[in-house]
């Protein structure tokens, strides 16, 4: 269980103007500017959930993560994690989570990839027989098998990224915490990721906070969505119920043969091209079984297709209707 309440964290930050005079005088008067990164931040997630914390650069993610991993002391606030509060118990906390952030490396750049793990292994004090039953599942599922023999620095940002969530999960964690999880990963990379992170919490129950901007990765992993913006919660609901109060309009991809099809009201083109037609629908005026009734009399279909937001266009909305 992971409980957050009025967790505030100021960042005080030290600003000049550009030119040896100015650094100079720096040396003696700084202007100091505080930022608010996090101002009362409260939500609770249950064991076995899988979320999406969302929000602009600059709105709190990772210094909320950082806070629930104990990296960082909030200014005030509580903050529990299964039963702990974590930057008081940093030991015994670290055992039961696992961290992937992106933009950071766990493992040694000039070292093969299996001497890091071990160290890992060491340092978490993990059975023998667990780390090896877990290694090799690893290796399987994310497609090691060469990059263990090989340094860190000689590997692709990708290559790195499936090695650095497998450290994450060696010591079999009961919380997974991922920010930017598949960044610089291919499609195939992060199909495989995304399976097997899907995999863990359904077999083990592993707690996943997911934090990106890919909001594909959300889409594939999360039901549940956090967003915040300027250091504060602005919604906390499910994704499929945030998609259909950022938009009631479905969009129809039309291909036919003939000649093109007129829209009449309730639909909006979105964008023409020779025997292909993309049209936003808005149902409450034209349900779409009547504007597929209407193509289909006028013209002869080839394909089509209906959808509806999509997990980037619902998250853009939200960053308009609250000014973030």
């Given at each position: 269980?992971i409980?957050?309440?009025?967790?505030?964290?100021?960042?005080?930050?030290?600003?000049?103007?550009?030119?040896?005079?100015?650094?100079?005088?720096?040396?003696?008067?700084?202007?100091?500017?505080?930022?608010?990164?996090?101002?009362?931040?409260?939500?609770?997630?249950?064991?076995?959930?899988?979320?999406?914390?969302?929000?602009?650069?600059?709105?709190g993610?990772?210094?909320?993560?950082k806070?629930?991993?104990?990296?960082?002391?909030?200014?005030?606030?509580?903050?529990?994690?299964?039963?702990?509060?974590?930057?008081?118990?940093?030991?015994?906390?670290?055992?039961?989570?696992?961290?992937?952030?992106?933009?950071?490396?766990?493992?040694?750049?000039?070292?093969?990839?299996?001497?890091s793990?071990e160290?890992?292994?060491?340092?978490y004090?993990?059975?023998?027989?667990?780390?090896?039953?877990?290694?090799?599942?690893?290796?399987?599922?994310?497609?090691?098998?060469?990059?263990?023999?090989?340094?860190?620095?000689?590997?692709?940002?990708?290559?790195?990224?499936?090695?650095?969530?497998?450290?994450?999960?060696?010591?079999?964690?009961?919380?997974?915490?991922?920010?930017?999880?598949?960044?610089?990963?291919?499609?195939?990379?992060?199909?495989?990721?995304?399976?097997?992170?899907?995999?863990?919490?359904?077999?083990?129950?592993?707690?996943?906070?997911?934090?990106?901007?890919?909001?594909?990765?959300?889409?594939?992993?999360?039901?549940?969505?956090?967003?915040?913006?300027?250091?504060?919660?602005?919604?906390?609901?499910?994704?499929?119920?945030?998609?259909?109060?950022?938009?009631?309009?479905?969009?129809?991809?039309?291909?036919?043969?003939?000649?093109?099809?007129?829209?009449?009201?309730?639909?909006?083109?979105?964008?023409?091209?020779?025997?292909?037609?993309?049209?936003?629908?808005?149902?409450?005026?034209?349900?779409?079984?009547?504007?597929?009734?209407?193509?289909?009399?006028?013209?002869?279909?080839?394909?089509?297709?209906?959808?509806?937001?999509?997990?980037?266009?619902?998250a853009?909305?939200?960053?308009?209707?609250?000014?973030?």
């Amino acid at each position: 269980m992971i409980s957050l309440t009025n967790i505030n964290k100021t960042f005080r930050v030290a600003k000049r103007q550009a030119g040896f005079k100015n650094a100079v005088k720096a040396l003696f008067s700084r202007e100091i500017e505080s930022i608010r990164a996090l101002n009362d931040v409260n939500f609770s997630i249950n064991d076995g959930e899988m979320v999406g914390y969302i929000g602009p650069n600059g709105a709190g993610k990772s210094t909320t993560i950082k806070i629930m991993c104990g990296i960082l002391t909030p200014d005030n606030g509580d903050c529990k994690i299964n039963g702990r509060t974590p930057w008081k118990e940093r030991i015994a906390h670290s055992r039961e989570i696992g961290v992937v952030f992106g933009q950071r490396s766990q493992l040694w750049w000039d070292v093969p990839v299996i001497d890091s793990f071990e160290l890992i292994r060491d340092i978490y004090k993990t059975d023998g027989k667990i780390f090896k039953h877990n290694l090799d599942e690893l290796t399987s599922l994310l497609d090691l098998g060469e990059l263990l023999k090989t340094p860190v620095r000689s590997l692709s940002l990708g290559q790195r990224m499936r090695c650095e969530i497998a450290a994450s999960l060696l010591h079999d964690p009961k919380i997974l915490f991922l920010d930017e999880p598949t960044i610089g990963l291919d499609a195939v990379s992060k199909i495989a990721v995304r399976q097997f992170i899907k995999k863990l919490n359904k077999e083990k129950g592993t707690t996943v906070i997911l934090t990106t901007h890919d909001m594909q990765d959300i889409e594939a992993l999360t039901d549940r969505i956090i967003l915040i913006g300027k250091g504060r919660i602005l919604l906390d609901g499910n994704l499929d119920e945030l998609k259909k109060r950022s938009s009631g309009h479905k969009k129809l991809i039309i291909e036919y043969s003939g000649n093109v099809p007129q829209i009449i009201n309730g639909m909006t083109l979105a964008e023409i091209k020779e025997g292909r037609l993309v049209i936003t629908l808005d149902p409450s005026v034209l349900p779409v079984s009547e504007a597929i009734k209407y193509f289909a009399s006028i013209t002869e279909i080839l394909d089509l297709s209906v959808s509806g937001v999509t997990a980037e266009e619902m998250a853009a909305s939200l960053y308009r209707e609250f000014h973030i």
